[in-house]
């Protein structure tokens, strides 16, 4: 999905902390990582990955970053960087009006790019962890390697709807935070049917919401849309990311076996199954992913 290329971009809604981190640094760089980072968070032992990874700990000192220097669509059209402001820029016009429809206020989260490491307010973050959200200090952090990971290792399209779905993700989350859903994944973590995977569909499923409007939702200081209309090429690179994500693929790529009792974000047919929801209804009542036995 292509940026309006005339459409003034907001990079001081996005910190860059690339390279001004502070925690372990991940020798192997991000694939060592995110392989380690998956298998915490889908019940693999990480013993079993030691000779995939070839990771070593050292530490990176911390600083303070700037903002990216994006200034146009055109911008996030040919750097991910300015890509990420973008996307950041069109989920945080189209939700207030939206959850205004619910009473519900939307706080603007934060929002860092960063590489090797960063603080957060829920700990010490690597490259590691790639995309997340915090609900500490309302921030969502991005480590850019993390898309071409993606593409590389578990065969996601490298399209940028696949990678603004991401982007998309981690604010659905924040979505969640204020309307009191989020803590329902610590309360049930994992398995097939857990709070846990019934987050992560609910938070792909305000993704989809989010790309059904988000053609039509306009920057505020030129009053024309972020993004171009919708193509069919660019949906697949949605849904081809969300399968990508999925538990079952990625425990069968890590370990060969797939292990359901130990799923913490749901399958790739689920997750497509959701994103595709929120896209095609456009109502969040359609992404009561609680309300459903089967998610």
Not at 181 to 203: I, Y
Request: glycine letters at 14%; one cysteine or more; hydrophobic letters at 30%.
């Amino acid at each position: 999905m292509s940026f309006n290329d005339n459409v003034q971009l907001d990079p001081s809604q996005v910190q860059d902390r690339r390279g001004m981190g502070r925690g372990t640094k991940i020798g192997g760089g991000i694939g060592g990582g995110v392989i380690l980072l998956l298998a915490a968070l889908f019940g693999i032992n990480p013993q079993l990955l030691e000779g995939l990874t070839g990771t070593t700990a050292g530490q990176q000192g911390q600083s303070q970053g700037s903002a990216p220097a994006c200034g146009t669509g055109a911008d996030a059209d040919a750097r991910l960087d300015c890509r990420i402001v973008g996307t950041v820029n069109s989920l945080n016009a189209f939700w207030p009006d939206y959850l205004a429809q619910y009473n519900t206020k939307y706080p603007r989260p934060e929002t860092v790019i960063f590489t090797g490491g960063t603080n957060t307010g829920c700990g010490a973050a690597t490259s590691e962890v790639g995309p997340f959200y915090c609900p500490a200090d309302t921030t969502a952090y991005f480590d850019p390697g993390f898309f071409q990971e993606l593409v590389d290792r578990f065969g996601s399209s490298g399209g940028p709807l696949a990678q603004e779905y991401v982007v998309a993700h981690e604010f659905g989350h924040h979505v969640q935070n204020l309307l009191g859903n989020l803590d329902r994944a610590q309360q049930d973590p994992q398995g097939p049917q857990s709070g846990a995977v019934r987050v992560e569909l609910q938070a792909d499923c305000y993704a989809g919401l989010w790309a059904h409007y988000a053609t039509t939702t306009n920057d505020p200081h030129t009053g024309q849309p972020f993004l171009d209309p919708l193509k069919e090429k660019d949906l697949q690179d949605a849904l081809s990311a969300a399968s990508a994500v999925g538990d079952d693929r990625i425990q069968k790529a890590a370990t060969g076996r797939v292990s359901p009792e130990s799923w913490t974000h749901g399958s790739s047919a689920q997750r497509q199954k959701w994103f595709y929801r929120g896209y095609t209804t456009g109502d969040i009542n359609q992404c009561d992913t609680f309300g459903v036995a089967t998610p």
